[in-house]
């Protein structure tokens, strides 16, 4: 079962696939506007509980399929996206923090090091009933952080929602030494380069004279 909200940018001609974001994220909603396509966000139902034995990127390619297909319910004519990201640092799944005390332990085992950031991408075509979906990684590499650094950005920022307990649009970029990956979208959630190629495949295009604006 889905949950429509009232995300509605604009109406699509009946000819053509409706296109949807199977995610209530803000962030990824907001990325998805940045390519102008009308589009409308459904919440997906999906179980997220990791398989035994399952690595980060066959979960989150996983995920972000059965989010896609999830979300195209009762829908005969939709392309559905669906997205997923785990970030991992020395091999381990990092959570949420929920706290400013493990969010400070997060960065504290974060110094010096490297956290991958794995995003499944699927785009569902309800009328085929096939699926397109890949993983794209980016890897951000962090500064030696004293404990005063990392404990005035948790007060300041408080990611305590954000895997890796930071939040690379704002003021999170100070904690980096480096960024590793083709597309920083990734990071917040969507990659937009691999969503546009799909999308491409799927003969919807963001410019050119076929693009259909959502405004």
């Not at 991958?116 to 890897?139: H, I, K, M, N, W």
């Not at 030696?144 to 007060?155: G, H, K, M, P, T």
């Not at 990659?191 to 799909?198: D, G, H, K, R, S």
Request: hydrophobic share 40%; net charge negative.
């Amino acid at each position: 079962m889905t949950h429509q909200d009232d995300s509605t940018q604009a109406a699509v001609s009946p000819s053509e696939p409706q296109l949807i974001l199977a995610s209530t994220s803000s962030y990824r909603k907001a990325l998805l506007a940045k390519l102008d396509l009308a589009f409308e966000c459904v919440a997906p139902e999906v179980d997220e509980t990791p398989l035994p034995e399952e690595t980060a990127f066959d979960l989150v390619k996983r995920l972000a399929a059965a989010k896609a297909q999830a979300g195209a319910k009762r829908l005969s004519n939709a392309l559905v996206i669906g997205s997923d990201q785990v970030a991992v640092i020395d091999g381990q799944i990092v959570g949420k923090p929920l706290t400013e005390e493990k969010a400070c332990k997060q960065l504290q085992a974060a110094s010096g090091k490297s956290i991958t950031f794995y995003t499944g991408l699927a785009l569902f075509d309800s009328r085929s009933g096939q699926t397109q979906v890949e993983v794209e990684p980016f890897t951000v590499h962090f500064r030696n952080l004293s404990q005063d650094e990392i404990a005035d950005y948790v007060r300041r920022e408080q990611p305590l929602w954000c895997a890796g307990s930071f939040k690379c649009e704002g003021l999170g970029i100070a904690l980096f030494r480096a960024l590793e990956g083709r597309d920083p979208n990734t990071l917040i959630g969507l990659p937009l380069i691999l969503l546009i190629e799909m999308l491409s495949r799927q003969g919807i295009k963001v410019l050119g004279d076929a693009a259909a604006p959502g405004s």
